[in-house]
């Protein structure tokens, strides 16, 4: 039997979080996992849930609220606490707050030559709201960038060595460098937060890359696709999601990439995890693509990141995370 393998995952207690972690323990035998969730009943949910579809299956849950730094140093130190070495660290917990849709763009759209385009990525569809968390950072920075790399940073020790390490993001088809500015990495100028965030993560798992792969720590994103999942139903109502789906169905003679499911989202994911991290591209993003008849598959698509923004995006990062970091050790 090949030694035991440790999987992390952040937001591992529902959506394609969830489905990524009875996946895992279905791909990888013996493998223990650590659900890194923001709630606790929701994850001893979860560890109930995949407890029953794997008997003996070695799971543990750790509280971990990316969008507080406080919670992420606490965590990570847990996570140290329980295991030497991690194998696969995925940092899947995001959010994507929107106050509401703009319908005449959604018709426009899907009536243009856009609409593949408008499907992918919901640009322009929807107005997103950000906030300022108690550490007076914007949210969705903190969430989807800033609290994973605070994790990468306080982990560093329990990745890579003597086996590889596999840091998997989930980013998104809408991650976009038009809404990305590395002088205002929280994007606090600007409307479109998520879609800042998510470019800010592949262009950090680029920096990670150029730093870490001599330790045998290899990083990479993916773009799970449109999937039906909390933050989509968040947007909009069931009814809404379910009364179209059967367009999004047709839709994929024409958009390969509405992915509907989870279990279809997680595709890429999963797939990277079985890769030899050494031989993929580390500037290419791995996306999943769907047939018309609803099988999923992996398509890498390359990103066009300056290594001027590589450089800058990390070292902003590192200084903020030293100075929470100086800040936390103050408090003890």
Not at 32 to 49: H, P, T, W
Not at 253 to 264: A, D, E, K, P
Not at 309 to 318: R, S, T
């Amino acid at each position: 039997m090949s030694p035991a393998k440790v999987a992390v995952v952040t937001g591992g207690n529902s959506g394609i979080g969830l489905t990524l972690a009875e996946r895992l323990l279905t791909a990888h035998q013996n493998l223990q996992l650590c659900l890194a969730c923001r709630n606790q009943s929701r994850a001893e949910a979860a560890k109930r849930s995949l407890e029953l579809s794997h008997p003996g299956a070695k799971i543990s849950i750790v509280i971990l609220d990316t969008s507080n730094v406080n919670s992420v140093f606490q965590a990570a130190a847990k996570i140290k606490e329980k295991y030497d070495k991690i194998d696969y660290l995925f940092m899947n917990a995001g959010i994507m707050p929107v106050s509401r849709v703009h319908w005449k763009k959604v018709f426009t759209s899907i009536l243009s030559r856009d609409c593949a385009h408008a499907l992918s990525t919901g640009e322009g569809l929807l107005q997103h709201v950000d906030e300022t968390t108690s550490d007076g950072l914007k949210k969705v920075f903190a969430t989807n960038l800033f609290g994973h790399f605070i994790l990468v940073r306080e982990l560093e020790d329990c990745l890579g060595g003597d086996t590889t390490t596999q840091i998997i993001w989930t980013s998104s088809k809408s991650a976009s460098d038009k809404y990305f500015h590395v002088e205002d990495m929280q994007h606090v100028i600007g409307t479109e937060p998520y879609s800042s965030s998510k470019y800010g993560t592949d262009v950090l798992s680029v920096a990670i890359n150029e730093r870490l792969n001599k330790k045998g720590v290899y990083s990479h994103t993916v773009s799970p696709g449109l999937v039906m999942s909390g933050m989509t139903y968040g947007i909009l109502s069931d009814w809404f999601w379910t009364l179209i789906i059967p367009f999004l169905l047709l839709m994929r003679l024409i958009v390969s990439t509405l992915s509907i499911n989870t279990y279809n989202g997680s595709e890429p994911l999963v797939w990277l995890s079985k890769q030899k991290a050494e031989s993929l591209d580390p500037r290419s993003k791995y996306c999943c693509h769907v047939t018309f008849w609803g099988i999923p598959y992996v398509q890498p698509a390359k990103m066009d990141i300056s290594d001027e923004d590589v450089n800058q995006l990390y070292n902003q990062l590192e200084d903020l995370y030293l100075t929470f970091k100086e800040k936390t050790k103050q408090h003890k």
